[in-house]
């Protein structure tokens, strides 16, 4: 079990600039979480995936945000045409299907937008 | 609304023992769960109730009450270690909601 993993762990971008973030969750786990977090805040729910299927999405995420899980393993989340406001750290966890188990997080992708 | 409450700051002494306390308000709930989470790092989970008492694991409790729509997350013994933010956080469905956390300071 090599935990959540999440890359880059630091992306910095002009901001109008595309920009693709990947996570791999626990093998096992068939539940995958987006979460954004900026300094002093909880982490503030985006969208979660069962296996290939996205299942809720925040409103937080608009048009400019897209996540995937092609095949029920890794996901990928792209921002689209980033703005000063998109800069916070972007955590992906992982879960098993009952609701209230434990998420596991990665470390986090710190996005920085000049 | 959907809402978390949790004092921003507490500040305790090394060996002693602090509660943090979490209050909620969500249209829908399946537990009460608390996590930790240091400086640049990411949250980790601590605990877990889902039914009304108290949980222990190790030197760390959590307490729920459904019917007050409160928990609390009991620390105990201290250790510089422990400095840290923690989060409440609700399951109203399969996403978390989360409070603002509470940092963790912690003097020798």
């Known amino acids: 079990d090599t935990g959540v993993s999440q890359n880059p762990r630091h992306k910095i971008t002009k901001r109008g600039q595309n920009v693709t973030f990947r996570c791999d969750p626990i093998?096992?786990?068939?539940?995958l979480y987006w979460y954004r977090q900026t300094l002093g805040q909880g982490p503030e729910f985006l969208t979660y995936f069962q296996n290939e299927a996205q299942l809720e999405k925040s409103r937080l995420l608009s048009d400019r945000f897209s996540a995937e899980r092609p095949k029920g393993s890794f996901s990928t989340l792209e921002i689209q045409r980033t703005e000063q406001g998109d800069s916070a750290m972007y955590l992906c966890?992982?879960?098993?299907?009952?609701?209230?188990?434990?998420?596991?997080f990665g470390d986090g992708t710190r996005l920085s937008i000049l | 609304g959907q809402s978390l409450e949790q004092p921003s700051e507490v500040t305790a002494v090394e060996g002693a023992i602090v509660q943090i306390n979490c209050t909620y308000q969500t249209s829908g709930f399946y537990g009460l769960s608390w996590y930790q989470q240091h400086d640049g790092g990411a949250p980790t989970f601590l605990s877990y109730n889902a039914l009304d008492g108290l949980e222990e694991t190790g030197r760390f409790s959590s307490f729920l009450s459904r019917s007050d729509s409160y928990g609390y997350l009991l620390l105990q013994e201290l250790q510089m270690k422990d400095s840290a933010s923690y989060f409440c956080a609700v399951n109203p469905s399969y996403q978390l909601i989360w409070g603002a956390g509470t940092k963790l300071i912690i003097k020798p």
């Open positions: 093998s096992e786990h068939n539940r």
């Open positions: 966890a992982s879960s098993t299907g009952t609701a209230g188990q434990p998420q596991h």
